[in-house]
């Protein structure tokens, strides 16, 4: 006997903008930790160790009267430490055990991606899920990582090698986290929406050329309205594009991170994700116009917006050679295909606004265009 039954799930992804979310006023944290009954709900707070929050985050609860907060929120190491240090995720694993917590508690972690992605994915998989409410910090996680549904951790020297896709139950947005950034880091999630701008929608993408010089001398009002917008864009890609749990091998939303993601290992993480994707990008509009997809003057138009944000569109890590004086970065490709499954898939820009997939790369243009960007 063979038995088959579709299984219809539906998810509601509730992100919500603020500001001062831990001001005693401001209802939008408590508004999500919503209670299924009269029992107090356990909370328990991540958070990322450059944010100094805990009184506000203390008071806040203790005026909560149906939430629990069950230890004062418990500070972990900022940045990309956090993913490749598995005893982290142990440490997560050791205070929910220990704290009693059950699939009806909430735990919320307050930081960037790497926070977020590492919190996330203990939480997923601490009794197989424990209510997780993310509290992006940065540009980058507001308006990218932080509002996606994939959380994770670094294994084998690979990024996000472990990991899960887990809608979490709410995102909580304070705008206010971005005044405290420093500067690397506020510009660094600009270009996660050139990116999706890129592949989406044209009359964005004008629109941060309009604010471009705004956003070059990251003015806060002209930050939050991309970082907005830009989050807008990846919510709803999630939403209506077909493939929230990416079980297929398109990632359009990955436009210029295969070379980004090998960028920021062979730079030991010290080029940071933003960083390396900007690059990434250049890599794949010069490789575009290379095999004659997209125009060279749209092309330098995009290039000359990258620079005039303030990053970089090369690297010396680019020129690294492995023992057989292969390219190392080459070798991003078929991490990434390893890591999609399925067959090569990468998103290409043929017009502003627009994508393409394709499934090879040309291996003489890529180099071509890799030794023309050598920094
Ligand atoms: N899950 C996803 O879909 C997804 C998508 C994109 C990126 N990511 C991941 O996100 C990570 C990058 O995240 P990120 O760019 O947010 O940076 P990050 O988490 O690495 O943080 C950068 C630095 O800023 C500090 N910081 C964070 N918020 C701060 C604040 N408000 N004030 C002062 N300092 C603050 C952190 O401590 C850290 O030192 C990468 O690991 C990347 O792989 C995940
Ligand atoms: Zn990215």
């Keep these: 006997m063979d038995i088959r039954r579709d299984i219809t799930l539906s998810y509601?992804?509730?992100v919500r903008f603020t500001q001062g979310a831990f001001a005693p006023a401001n209802e939008t944290l408590a508004s999500v930790l919503t209670t299924d009954n009269e029992d107090i709900v356990k909370v328990l707070v991540f958070i990322d160790d450059q944010l100094e929050l805990n009184t506000s985050v203390q008071k806040y609860f203790e005026a909560q009267h149906s939430l629990e907060l069950v230890t004062a929120p418990i500070p972990l190491p900022g940045g990309e430490a956090a993913k490749n240090d598995w005893t982290h995720v142990e440490s997560i694993w050791r205070a929910v055990h220990d704290h009693r917590l059950c699939r009806h508690s909430y735990i919320i972690a307050?930081?960037?991606g790497a926070i977020l992605d590492l919190v996330g994915f203990a939480a997923a998989t601490a009794h197989r899920v424990i209510r997780h409410v993310r509290m992006p910090t940065t540009t980058l996680s507001q308006g990218d990582g932080g509002v996606g549904v994939k959380n994770g951790v670094n294994f084998f020297s690979k990024k996000?090698?472990?990991g899960t896709f887990a809608i979490p139950h709410a995102v909580v947005n304070d705008t206010d986290f971005l005044k405290t950034l420093p500067e690397r880091e506020k510009r660094a999630g600009?270009?996660?929406?050139?990116?999706?701008a890129l592949i989406r929608d044209r009359?964005?993408?004008e629109r941060i050329e309009k604010l471009a010089p705004a956003l070059a001398r990251l003015n806060h009002e002209a930050l939050v309205e991309v970082v907005a917008q830009s989050a807008a864009h990846h919510v709803d890609h999630i939403a209506t594009g077909g493939d929230p749990f990416e079980y297929g091998s398109a990632r359009p939303l990955d436009f210029g991170h295969w070379a980004a993601h090998k960028l920021e290992q062979l730079s030991n993480f010290k080029i940071t994700h933003g960083e390396a994707v900007a690059i990434g990008i250049a890599i794949d509009?010069?490789?575009?116009?290379e095999i004659a997809l997209l125009d060279k003057a749209t092309a330098n138009?995009?290039?000359a917006l990258i620079s005039n944000l303030g990053f970089a569109t090369s690297a010396p890590e680019l020129d690294a050679k492995d023992d057989q004086g292969q390219l190392e970065i080459l070798k991003?490709?078929?991490?990434?295909?390893e890591h999609l499954g399925g067959e090569l898939t990468i998103t290409l820009v043929p017009k502003l606004g627009e994508k393409v997939e394709v499934h090879e790369m040309d291996s003489a243009a890529v180099r071509k265009v890799l030794s023309a960007s050598k920094a």
Excluded: M, P, Q
Excluded at 285 to 289: E, G, N
Excluded at 332 to 337: P, T
């Design 12 to 14: 509601t992804h509730d």
């Design 190 to 196: 600009l270009i996660e929406a050139v990116k999706v």
């Design 110 to 112: 307050i930081g960037g």
């Design 301 to 303: 138009r995009i290039l």
């Design 160 to 162: 996000n090698w472990v």
């Design 285 to 289: 509009l010069r490789y575009s116009v």
């Design 203 to 205: 009359v964005f993408y």
């Design 332 to 337: 991003g490709l078929e991490e990434f295909r």
